[in-house]
């Protein structure tokens, strides 16, 4: 009979007790449940509801179960339910009544949230060491290539030349938004909902300041019924993780295009690409491919958790048993491809002449012509459509805008002179890009500084 068992003359059956058992998924807060009620003890004994004896076996038959379940030595019996029965029905086991105290003034409703929200402050903190490892990589290739010019696109089109640092810190501030977005969940989920019991606290006089500092909490939760029904905290995780994946699904895929023999910007490492079974030329960018895909389970994690949580009324059902498996698999999936894709960008190799090759292609300069006569007085609409005349001349001999004469620039403007060629060099251009935050060399150093000052602020937040 199962410890809540008193109420019911007859124990469900198998599959039911199958179906309706957690302990798969909940045995891997083992650590969180038995700081938990190692904490909770500690208090009861404090405030004399348990007697310091009692308190001491509990303590101490605690740390032998942490300690057998951490050597393998445990055996996790699925009739126990839950990993709370499976701790407390061994605890009992081991020191005898005093184990069956351990439960006074508490409920598994708000035990479980406790446990859950240790859990999410840990997944927060591996995935935003992750993050940083990753934005290391990117500033490191960034920093190694400081001067190489690739196209920009727009629509998948040539549309300006960038240098290449510069696209990778633009990866480096989406995942810095990742990393924010991780602090808030992480904020979101420090508060500690032991003693709220049930749904409506306990006539114990339980001391809820002391378990907040005990199991390292920022606060306790404000209202019962609030903290063993409140799953925010992981819907937070869930979509911090999701649009972490989609920035990961979005780098991946320009890794995949800049390893095409098309594009030919860079070879990843052997260590980050498979073989084919039958054609032995080919190497496939597996991985990155991969991290594409995976971020369709993280989205599925979020929108699972959204809708279970839909239309639940206070304050726990067991709807909410469902919540870890996803945030779970979310986060380990997140942190998995973190690391694959820092790994995958610190290990490529850059191939400058071809991304220059291909920034010669498709007219890039057309703007900075068109800006060119806007500075000698023409209205930049009436600049737009004369290059938009050049560039068809172009396209219809086959050339480029540099293997036009200064006749057939005149022959559409008079305000033409010798100087047009400075407008039609590449690394004059981008080095052109001074605004705060734009691609030119200069602006790019001091956008270095920001990242510098940005990467090392969040790592003093990692290590507070």
């Not at 002391?210 to 799953?231: I, K, Q």
């Not at 991969?290 to 389970?297: E, P, Q, T």
């Not at 602006?443 to 790592?459: I, T, W």
Request: aromatic fraction near 6%; charge should be negative; charged fraction near 25%.
């Amino acid at each position: 009979m199962a410890l809540w068992g008193g109420r019911f003359e007859e124990g469900v059956d198998d599959f039911t007790q199958r179906f309706g058992a957690s302990l798969p998924v909940d045995k891997h807060m083992y650590a969180e449940d038995i700081a938990g009620s190692r904490a909770h003890a500690k208090m009861l004994a404090a405030q004399g509801i348990i007697s310091a004896e009692d308190q001491q076996k509990i303590d101490a038959g605690l740390e032998g179960i942490l300690h057998d379940i951490e050597a393998g030595n445990f055996t996790f019996d699925i009739n126990d339910e839950d990993i709370h029965m499976a701790v407390e029905a061994e605890l009992t086991r081991r020191i005898g009544s005093a184990g069956a105290r351990l439960h006074t003034g508490r409920s598994r409703n708000d035990q479980v949230i406790t446990d859950t929200r240790l859990l999410a402050k840990e997944l927060c903190a591996q995935i935003m060491k992750g993050n940083v490892a990753l934005r290391h990589a990117l500033v490191d290739q960034a920093v190694a290539h400081p001067h190489v010019v690739m196209p920009g696109y727009t629509h998948m089109q040539h549309a300006q030349p960038v240098l290449f640092s510069h696209h990778l810190l633009a990866y480096f501030w989406m995942f810095s938004r990742d990393f924010a977005r991780l602090q808030f969940a992480l904020d979101q989920a420090d508060e500690n909902p032991l003693g709220s019991a049930a749904l409506a606290g306990t006539t114990y006089p339980l001391d809820r300041q002391m378990t907040t500092r005990e199991l390292g909490f920022a606060r306790p939760t404000a209202n019962s019924l609030d903290a063993v029904s409140n799953r925010d905290f992981l819907l937070d995780l869930d979509y911090a993780c999701a649009v972490s994946m989609m920035h990961l699904s979005r780098l991946a895929e320009e890794v995949i295009l800049w390893s095409t023999q098309e594009f030919a910007f860079i070879t990843l490492s052997d260590s980050y690409s498979t073989g084919s079974s039958i054609m032995p030329q080919k190497k496939n960018p597996d991985f990155a491919e991969l991290i594409r895909g995976k971020s369709g389970r993280v989205y599925g994690d979020l929108v699972a958790l959204l809708t279970t949580m839909k239309g639940l009324p206070l304050a726990y059902n067991k709807d909410m048993q469902e919540d870890k498996e996803g945030v779970i698999d979310a986060a380990h999936t997140l942190v998995d491809s973190m690391r694959c894709m820092a790994g995958m960008i610190a290990t490529a190799t850059i191939h400058p002449d071809a991304m220059m090759e291909s920034a010669r292609k498709g007219h890039m300069a057309a703007t900075d012509v068109a800006d060119y006569l806007a500075k000698k007085g023409m209205p930049f609409r009436d600049a737009h459509a004369v290059v938009g005349h050049l560039v068809l001349e172009c396209e219809k001999r086959g050339c480029s805008l540099d293997d036009l004469t200064l006749a057939d620039f005149k022959k559409e403007s008079d305000l033409f002179e010798d100087d047009i060629t400075g407008a039609l060099d590449l690394p004059a251009i981008v080095d052109a890009r001074t605004t705060e935050g734009g691609t030119g060399a200069s602006a790019v150093a001091e956008q270095l500084k920001k990242v510098e000052a940005r990467l090392s602020a969040d790592e003093a937040a990692l290590s507070a």
